[in-house]
């Protein structure tokens, strides 16, 4: 069932560029990161455990929705072109980088790795190790390594930290990249960004940051290589994905350095882990015949509302929520898949979607997810059609063809700290204003 599914995966990815002519499509990225990680997972290196034949179907079932979604949204975005054809269509609104909001949430950003960084000096100096003091910090080890970059995270601070700090770095990293490839190259903002990053590197040793860097140029590349990037800024993007690659693999011999695994062992587990973790708590959660409607899938996206209703009295929904989140939270225990291997959290978009409604819930949640995404994309293509450089809609299609790529790991609509970066499209850009204004 699983070289089945790494079949139609490919069949599916070929055919949607071959159709479409652009490898950043929505059916092209999905079905392709899911034949890379079904092929790599069939193959059980480092005796990884046999995955269920229902595990794949699911996957597969999730697969072909998810592919639906996107190809109904297309079809019905070419009827409202095609009707409307006979109208004059109203230019898209344009936007601009709100750069003195991203200031103020740089420095907040800074200033809680600065505090984190100086906790990370001091355990370092002691003695202890990067994987260490990440597993303290992590709620993996009952050491109190951490323990100063967890008063950052508690009582009047913890809002702050949870709809601030977490989103607002992936934030800032997000829009310094869409500000370098196609804005102003913002001097202040690279320059934030690049300390933010070393900082959090130091402190946490987040390869995570460093993979979303990647992500996001790497698709900034795909979607401007033609006609608005130079040749001088194409090899300056290719320079800086490579420099982020080689920090990542840095960071990991450091972390890895006490690990009884080599780095080719723990870097195929990552990408493969998700796969048998997803047939684990797949059993698990059939047993308990619990679902929560979407309250896991969502949970990240509605944090936010959930919160501001709580400050006025209306608890209820984040008592839901807070429920949600205990569920999500068991995940994050550590599962055996063979020999020595014990992982956690890499549970795949699917599972957050069984969570919500069994198999109707893979159907309907892989279904609306492509059909977003594709709206949105076909959004960007239609602005790019028009030669505009649309800001705004290009942060936020890099930012879901990221969850896209990383859909084999989680959906991170579930999370407050993916989540929220959403919400930061908001602050982050403002109309551009008109000549006349």
Same mark, same amino acid.
């Given at each position: ?27 092209? &990225? ?27 179907? &699911? ?38 980088? !709100? ?89 202040? &903002? ?8 070393? &900082?959090? !590197? ?104 959930? !919160? ?130």
């Amino acid at each position: 069932m699983g070289l089945l599914t790494v079949f139609v995966a490919v069949t599916l990815a070929f055919f949607s560029y071959r159709f479409d002519k652009k490898l950043y499509n929505p059916i092209t &990225l999905f079905c392709s990161i899911w034949a890379v990680v079904i092929f790599m997972a069939s193959l059980h290196l480092y005796n990884m455990k046999q995955v269920s034949d229902t595990a794949y179907l &699911l996957i597969f079932l999730g697969m072909m929705c998810f592919s639906a979604g996107a190809i109904m949204a297309n079809i019905i975005k070419n009827r409202v072109v095609f009707r409307s054809s006979s109208h004059k269509m109203k230019k898209m609104n344009t936007y601009e980088i !709100n750069y003195s909001v991203v200031y103020v949430v740089g420095a907040i950003v800074l200033i809680y790795l600065v505090v984190e960084s100086i906790t990370a000096f001091f355990a370092y100096r002691s003695g202890i190790q990067m994987n260490e003091l990440r597993s303290s910090m992590m709620g993996y080890s009952d050491t109190g390594y951490a323990g100063g970059m967890a008063i950052l995270r508690q009582g009047p601070l913890a809002l702050v930290y949870s709809f601030i700090f977490l989103p607002g770095f992936y934030s800032l990293l997000l829009v310094t990249s869409v500000d370098t490839v196609i804005g102003k190259r913002n001097k202040i &903002l690279i320059m934030m960004s690049v300390i933010a990053v070393i &900082l959090k !590197n130091y402190a946490e040793g987040s390869r995570m940051c460093l993979t979303h860097l990647a992500l996001y140029f790497m698709l900034l590349f795909l979607i401007y290589k033609r006609g608005v990037l130079s040749k001088k800024a194409k090899k300056w993007i290719i320079r800086g994905v490579i420099i982020v690659v080689v920090v990542f693999l840095l960071v990991s011999s450091i972390r890895f350095s006490t690990s009884q695994k080599t780095m080719t062992e723990q870097l195929y587990l990552y990408l493969t882990c998700s796969i048998p973790l997803f047939d684990h708590w797949l059993e698990f959660e059939k047993a308990t015949g619990i679902y929560t409607y979407g309250a896991v899938s969502l949970l990240g996206l509605l944090r936010l509302p959930c !919160n501001i209703l709580k400050m006025v009295g209306i608890t209820f929904p984040t008592v839901i929520l807070n429920n949600a989140n205990l569920i999500a939270t068991n995940w994050d225990g550590f599962v055996n898949i063979g020999p020595h291997l014990n992982y956690n959290s890499y549970v795949t978009m699917f599972m957050y979607f069984y969570k919500d409604a069994g198999v109707m819930g893979i159907i309907l949640g892989s279904f609306i997810f492509g059909f977003v995404v594709m709206r949105v994309y076909k959004k960007l293509n239609k602005a790019l059609s028009q030669g505009e450089i649309p800001l705004r809609l290009t942060y936020i299609y890099v930012l879901l063809g990221c969850f896209i790529i990383q859909s084999y790991i989680r959906f991170f609509f579930s999370r407050t700290d993916y989540a929220m970066i959403l919400y930061y499209a908001l602050i982050f850009f403002k109309r551009k204003k008109k000549a006349n204004e």
